[in-house]
């Protein structure tokens, strides 16, 4: 259980001094969270700022700890999500995110390299490699006995697949009895899944980049969280970002209601200032879609 003083707060200091400050008692359902990537921007000039260390290396070890950290207060039930986008040198893409996670699997269990395919983002001005337009959005559990609520995050069954299962059950029709029962099948299961509601979400997700002005700050989109927390933050459940910067993911957490509960850290005064607004505002108002 989280303490009581420390359910729906946003708080300011290094997540690592924060993590160890805890109570041993204070637990989180889900953690979500975009870290600062390296060295592509510089949000205090603070040493214990993650994202400004001198070498990949000393970046890496940064993150590391500090995942191990949330580790240790996360519930064996429970995800990490951590979307991280990668820095070129030279024209040569670093393979940050896929270091990292490959260090990550020492101590979690990765259960998806979900890529987040960003329909909007900006070509590249060089002609000497193909613009980046994805981003990797890991998936990691602590046990294999996660919580995961499949059904909540489905999509609708394309009404276009419907039809073409229905147009080539129909032109089989009589030509072939085993080919037609099997076709049958399939079909009456996918409309099964269509009337119900949805089919398997895939691992690749087409989802604008956020076009809301938020000064210094990187934020990635509200759509990119609001399927893990439905799917693997249960109701009344607690979803932790170590990294809250403006504060999408509390309000996400806000929007998918289920008296679902956020806690948000930044070394950054203003990102603190900024989140606590949004929330502020969004608990007032409502104004959330
Ligand atoms: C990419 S931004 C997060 C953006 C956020 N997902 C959003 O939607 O606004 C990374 C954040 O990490 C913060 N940060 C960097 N080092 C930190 C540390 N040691 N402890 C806590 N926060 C840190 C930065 O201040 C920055 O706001």
Redesign the pocket.
């Known amino acids: 259980m989280l303490r009581p003083s420390l359910t729906n707060k946003i708080v300011e200091?290094?997540?690592?001094e924060v993590l160890r400050r805890l109570s041993p008692d204070d637990t989180f359902d889900c953690v979500i969270?975009?870290?600062?990537?390296f060295q592509l921007r510089e949000?205090?000039g603070l040493e214990?700022?993650?994202?400004t260390e001198e070498t990949i290396q000393e970046y890496l070890d940064a993150l590391i700890t500090?995942f191990e950290l949330i580790h240790n207060r996360l519930k064996s039930t429970g995800s990490l999500w951590v979307n991280l986008g990668d820095t070129f040198d030279d024209g040569q893409p670093q393979c940050i995110p896929w270091t990292f996670m490959i260090y990550m699997l020492e101590t979690w269990q990765l259960r998806n390299i979900v890529i987040w395919d960003k329909p909007d983002a900006m070509a590249e001005s060089g002609k000497r490699r193909f613009s980046q337009k994805y981003e990797p959005f890991f998936w990691f559990t602590k046990t294999d006995d996660y919580y995961f609520n499949f059904e909540a995050a489905t999509i609708p069954c394309k009404r276009s697949t419907v039809e073409r299962l229905e147009n080539e059950f129909n032109a089989g029709k009589g030509t072939d009895v085993s080919r037609m029962r099997g076709m049958l099948g399939d079909m009456s299961h996918k409309v099964e899944q269509y009337l119900q509601g949805g089919v398997n979400a895939g691992d690749v997700w087409t989802i604008a980049t956020?076009k809301e002005h938020?000064e210094h700050?990187?934020?990635?989109p509200i759509e990119l969280i609001v399927r893990p927390i439905v799917a693997t933050c249960p109701p009344k459940g607690i979803v932790f970002?170590?990294?809250?910067?403006?504060?999408?993911?509390p309000l996400g957490v806000l929007k998918v209601g289920g008296n679902r509960k956020f806690f948000g850290?930044?070394?950054?005064h203003d990102?603190v200032v900024q989140?606590s607004l949004r929330v502020e505002d969004e608990l007032k108002q409502g104004t959330l879609f």
């Open positions: 200091g290094d997540v690592r969270t975009s870290p600062p990537y949000y205090t214990a700022e993650i994202g500090t956020n938020v700050i990187a934020p990635y970002d170590p990294f809250v910067g403006s504060g999408t993911t850290v930044d070394i950054n990102a989140a």
